[in-house]
């Protein structure tokens, strides 16, 4: 994602539970009032993951509320969304999962410059109890350091 990009969702629990050992952007298929709920920001992709339907790649479980305005012409909240990347991209991706015992999860849904949404998918293995206590260990001690290294500073 760049500089000039707005988050819709994040899913900040996603590099804790698992390391990712890769990232794809991908465009999403949405309907308009989706599209003008996620501009509200109130998406949540914190238990959804993306796997194969019909030999397309979809994000299943994401959850996108409601637009209140669109009244009728509304959109299912958890229904499965199909997920735009090349070909042989996709075809990557689905290999691996088959294969690797590895998941995609998405990360962030955000819309670039262009106004756009865009979904970053990582590639994931699940970490088990230890790792998660190794990575917080890790981030303590970073968190720890930039404040001696600021107290000497000043």
């Not at 790649?57 to 009728?72: D, E, G, K, M, S």
């Amino acid at each position: 994602m760049r500089d000039g990009d707005k988050y819709a969702a994040l899913n900040r629990r996603a590099r804790y539970d698992y390391s990712i050992i890769d990232t794809v952007e991908a465009g999403i298929m949405l309907v308009g009032s989706e599209v003008k709920s996620l501009r509200k920001g109130s998406a949540s992709i914190v238990e959804s993951y993306a796997g194969e339907m019909q030999g397309e790649l979809y994000l299943f479980n994401a959850h996108i509320p409601v637009y209140t305005a669109a009244n009728r012409f509304n959109h299912e909240e958890r229904r499965p969304r199909k997920l735009l990347v090349r070909s042989r991209q996709r075809v990557k991706l689905l290999g691996q999962i088959k294969r690797d015992g590895v998941t995609l999860i998405p990360l962030s849904v955000y819309f670039n410059d262009r106004g756009i949404a865009k979904v970053e998918i990582g590639l994931a293995k699940g970490k088990k109890k230890a790792d998660k206590r190794e990575t917080e260990k890790e981030r303590d001690w970073q968190r720890d350091k930039a404040r001696v290294m600021r107290r000497d500073s000043e």
